[in-house]
């Protein structure tokens, strides 16, 4: 089993007819509620705020009212598992979501 946490904030204004900017900022994790000896460091643990990975980014929707398209470009600002993976290059994330 496992636990997740997400936080996030968005502000998102209109920019003009059905496109909208996007500022945000993200930050969460997963661990697992057990001990694992294949996957060490992945439990939780009382140090979890020091484990939580962060982000931030700009992007646009476009809200066709049934449907949402997103373009978002976001920079890693901590990530807490670099040794393993030690890009921290821009991400680019095309989504299709419905509105809410």
Same mark, same amino acid.
């Given at each position: 089993m496992c636990l997740k946490l997400e936080f996030n904030s968005e502000y998102r204004p209109k920019l003009f007819s059905i496109v909208e900017g996007a500022l945000f900022v993200d930050a969460g994790n997963v661990w697992l509620l /057990?001990?694992? %000896?294949?996957? %060490?460091?992945?439990?939780?643990?009382? /140090?979890?705020l020091n484990e939580l990975a962060i982000d931030a980014g700009i992007g646009l929707r476009l809200d066709f009212t049934i449907l949402l398209l997103r373009l978002d470009f976001a920079f890693p600002l901590k990530v807490p598992y670099a040794a393993q993976i030690p890009n921290k290059n821009m991400v680019i994330n095309l989504a299709i979501g419905y509105p809410f």
């Open positions: /057990n001990e694992d %000896p294949l996957k %060490p460091g992945a439990q939780f643990s009382s /140090n979890f």
